[in-house]
């Protein structure tokens, strides 16, 4: 398996960091017709380049879909910082085998994990460029799927 192996079929959310979260899903309703799927902020522990932390996240999902666009509120010191109030932050392919995947953008030298333990078969990788890649597995990308449809409860 390569990296080459995830292709646009695959591309489940465009992540995008926004200042001001209530504001941006006002303007993208507005603008692009879209409704949300979201939840009240919550305490995430996360790993962040190497180092646990407990953080308070908000995230939003929109219903229309794939790819979906996932609105987090920014949290500045981390991957989800937003430098000019609103920008894409990531792109979230979901795989079959989420752990090959990983294994390859982390044997990648000039890449480095942001989100989750080393290792781990799902999370964050910062390109050179300076995008963030996420990888996720089946079970969160069925869980994530059934949440945004509203036939189950948030992942």
Known sequence: MTVADLHPAQLFHVGVVAADLDQ???EMSANLGLTWKYGKARPMDLWIFGEPRTLEMRIAHSVEGPPHVELIQAVPGTPWA???GLGTNHLCYWSDRPAEVMARLEGNPANRRALGKPGSPGGYILTPSGLYIEIIGPELH???RGWIKGERERP
């Open 24 to 26: 941006a899903m006002a």
């Open 82 to 84: 937003a430098p000019n």
């Open 142 to 144: 069925s869980s994530l």
